[in-house]
């Protein structure tokens, strides 16, 4: 996974890692017409990934905080990818908030 800069996200990029969770997910095929029921279960099976990503961080430095085998470096990373999954979301929707406040702006 390559690294992102949160401060730079652009919509392109949102709209390319929705793409990729909905093939991964196994949405594809779904009718073009159920819009918002495809982008809610998108919305949670992303949300699911980022959910099961923080358990198995916790449940990794719970074991180091234990004193079982652990191999450090698996732990570090584990905690580093929750760490980076929750900040992705945080961003997204810091995104999707500043759109719909620029939408709730324009005059009709």
């Not at 949102?14 to 991964?24: A, D, V």
């Not at 919305?43 to 191999?71: F, M, Q, R």
């Amino acid at each position: 996974m390559k690294a992102v800069n949160p401060s730079n996200i652009s919509i392109g990029d949102i709209e390319r890692q929705l793409r990729t969770m909905r093939s991964n997910a196994g949405v594809e095929g779904q009718k073009e017409g159920n819009d918002d029921s495809e982008f809610s279960d998108l919305l949670k099976h992303g949300l699911k990934e980022i959910n099961a990503t923080i358990k198995e961080s916790e449940a990794a430095g719970l074991d180091l905080a234990s004193g079982k085998p652990v191999n450090l470096h698996e732990t570090m990373l584990a905690v580093t990818k929750a760490e980076l999954a929750l900040n992705m979301a945080v961003q997204m929707r810091n995104k999707t908030v500043e759109a719909y406040q620029e939408v709730m702006r324009m005059q009709v």
